[in-house]
């Protein structure tokens, strides 16, 4: 008789380690999984760090500006230059200003005052200085600004415009008006397009054929001429904010139309999948179909659309600005600030004015930065 032997070799068990990876991985949602891979992209964390920190200056907009932005000054001041040194040249680590002042000296030709530096009465920089009142959040009164000198002296680092105004300032506060009508503006578009464009593809038909011949109707209309013919019908006594709304209505009502003809266009591809048809076969209503299985699926190009979207909304508004289209005065905005340098004289002698131009190049490559990098982590393929 044989003696059978056991020769089954048992595993050892999996350390707790190696099962919580397993686990956690093989259940990683869809959004985790999307910023695992936005992670890996550089240029989409730098957009979306930028983005936070411009949706951060907007808000606390009064905190951070150093200078009152409506206090008028001497008009097209040069940007103010920061020093590390003290008048006797030792370097040290207070960063301070020299203000530009009249000296005795005169010039040899048409023997005016010349300017130069007041090294005998420099202005120290430093963090949370107190300066203009204001309020946090519109609620909580304050004085306390995020950097500026420490006598209370106004300071120039960008200049100031032809009413003596801080470029610096206005750029910052003018940041709230901006980005306002930039995200109303894709908010409207994006709910109404995404809206429109779900129930047109998913009806078919003569509603998705009527509503397309709208949709190229809008798309048809040459934008430019009639965003400046609809926006001079306001009187020019109209309040500000009348202004503001009229001219969020006017970019919302020409820009749905080109989202709502993707959206149809991921909607008829999706009407066609198995468990769409799936869903329609057990007898699932309509608005259960759109919301639960097509619309989750079209997120993720509208999620891309409204980050590209919103950079196409701040040139339009400072171009509109630019043109006196936009924003009124005593409100500020990038595109009402570009209006000083429409004479190519003030540009020449005072270049400092473009400076509003790099907020907006700032915001725009943020926003483009933060889009691309969506979109390769949504549809890395």
Known sequence: MTDTTDTTTTLPPASPSTTNARFVHGNEGYFAL?????????????????????????????????????????????????????????????????????????????????????????????????????????????????????????????????????????????????????????FITTTVGTTIGITSGYMGGRIDAWVQRFVELVLAFPQLPLYLALTSLIP????????????????????????????RGKTLALARVEYVRAAMAIGAGDGRIIFRHILPNVMSHVIVGVTLAIPTIVLLESFLGFLGFAVKPPLISWGLMLQDTGAFSVIGSYPWILSPVVFVLITVFAFNALGDGLRDAIDPY
């Open 236 to 263: 020019i006594t109209a309040p500000s904010n009348v202004f503001i709304a009229f001219v969020i209505g006017v970019m919302a009502a020409l820009g749905w139309a080109q989202l709502s003809r993707e959206v």
């Open 34 to 186: 999307v910023w695992r891979r936005f992670r890996r992209s550089v240029m989409g964390m730098i957009g979306l760090v930028m983005v936070i920190g411009l949706l951060l200056m907007a808000l606390f907009a009064d905190f951070v500006a150093p200078v009152d932005p409506r206090a008028n000054g001497i008009g097209f001041a040069p940007p103010d230059h920061i020093s590390f040194f003290e008048p006797d040249g030792s370097f040290t680590f207070v960063p301070r200003i020299y203000p530009i002042v009249e000296t005795d000296e005169l010039d040899p030709v048409t023997f005016q005052p010349m300017n130069g530096p007041d090294l005998k009465n420099p202005h120290v920089l430093s963090l949370f200085v107190r300066g203009f009142d204001y309020k946090i959040l519109w609620l909580i009164p304050s004085n306390i600004h995020l950097f500026g000198s420490r006598d209370g002296a106004p300071i120039h680092l960008l200049g100031t415009d032809k009413f003596g105004r801080d470029i610096l300032s206005r750029g910052i506060v003018g940041s709230r008006i901006s980005l306002t009508i930039a995200l109303i503006v894709v």
